[in-house]
């Protein structure tokens, strides 16, 4: 059996009438960038994350500058921002010449450690990035007061996490602005590059909005330095077909996730997601951890599970195998191995199943029946074959 990691084509063709005529009207109508599709997208991503102001733009990437660009962050100041992330959350900070400030991540979650960000504050820190990873919100109460507490920005990228709830409330709002990323394999995913900037705050909307569009709100008058970082009208179009099934999709993520830990759950070797107590976890990623007990370096056993999987046909993903920290393009900042404890051994442990919620019940036990085949061929004798092959 052949399992992708992810199943676009699937899910296209079960709405390819809808979308294709979606994207038919964006040609009859010649509105190519931004236009009525990009306007009913941001109406309607606002109302499904109960927030007053959408600005679609062209990549996540480009909410993540733009969260903290249109707060004035600027270079001089530290953003906090967790080490265990997508780069992107990282550029956010970058782009506008400011020093990203790594923070631990919780065992648990794989979110931001609050307990840990308030040791890395400054006094030129001046905002806390809170990234909901793999689809669970980070613990926003704890962050919210320590923001409070030494005057700083809070925001959210929420890349990952589309509709996930805190404590029953839709991420997106427990900080200044939020960035949303549509990039294809995300949960709700454009036909292209994709991203958004939510707020409750009208003078951050409007400034987002000039940003987006060269520093303008009318054309040829440039208020304010900005970007081109204007959402397309096909992207727009997409994606208003595709949030009408965020819901469904959404439920059936939850599905497969509650599928593989019930199969997964007497494996010894292995440390299944947990879901917070605090949290709506919308499984845009299902990593698990391979535990083994006897070394404190599982990085070869995860290895030898993932080629195992992959010779069956499964697809699988490491999320994130290298830490922030640790990357070549982060060596100025002068963090080195060891510095973040928790965020180095998921690297190390860490495997992505394949999730999409088009996954079928023969597909989840196609999986879980060969993680626990290769447990069962013993742990030892998956470390002697691992030993043949060096000897060789
Ligand atoms: C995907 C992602 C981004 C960047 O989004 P793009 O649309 O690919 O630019 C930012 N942050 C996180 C956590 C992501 O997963």
Known sequence: MQIPFLDLKSQYLSIKTEINSA??????????????????F????????????????????????????SLGIKPGDEVIIPVNTFIATAWGATLCGAKPVFVDCDPDSYNIDPAKVERAITEKTKAIVAVHLFGQPADMDPLKQIAAKYNLFLVEDSAQSHIAEY?????????????????????????????????????????????????????????????NYRMEGIQGAVLNVKLKYLTNWTFARRRVANKYKELLSNVNNIKLPKEMPYAKHVYHLFVIQVRDDSKSNNAELRNLLANYLTEKGISIGFH???????????????????????????????????????????QIEYVCTNIKDFFNHGVESNHSVLNNLKAN
């Open 42 to 69: 941001e109406a309607e991503f606002a109302k499904a994350h109960n927030i007053k102001y959408c600005v679609a733009l062209n990549s996540g990437t480009a909410g993540n500058h733009v969260v903290l660009w």
């Open 320 to 362: 994130y195998p290298i830490p922030l920290h640790l990357q070549e393009c982060f060596k100025y900042l002068g963090y080195k191995k060891g510095d973040f404890p928790v965020a180095e051994a998921l690297a190390n442990n860490c495997i992505s199943l394949p999730m999409y919620p088009e996954l079928t019940d023969a």
């Open 167 to 227: 404590k029953g409330i839709k991420v997106g709002g427990f900080g200044e602005a939020t960035s949303f990323s549509f990039y294809p394999g995300k949960n709700l995913g454009a036909y292209g590059e994709g991203g958004a900037f939510v707020t409750n705050n009208p003078e951050l909307a409007k400034k987002a909005k000039m940003i987006r569009d060269h520093g303008t709100l009318q054309k040829y008058q440039h208020e304010i330095f900005g970007h």
């Open 23 to 40: 994207i038919q009207n964006v040609l009859d109508n010649s509105a190519f960038v931004l236009g009525k599709a990009v306007s009913d």
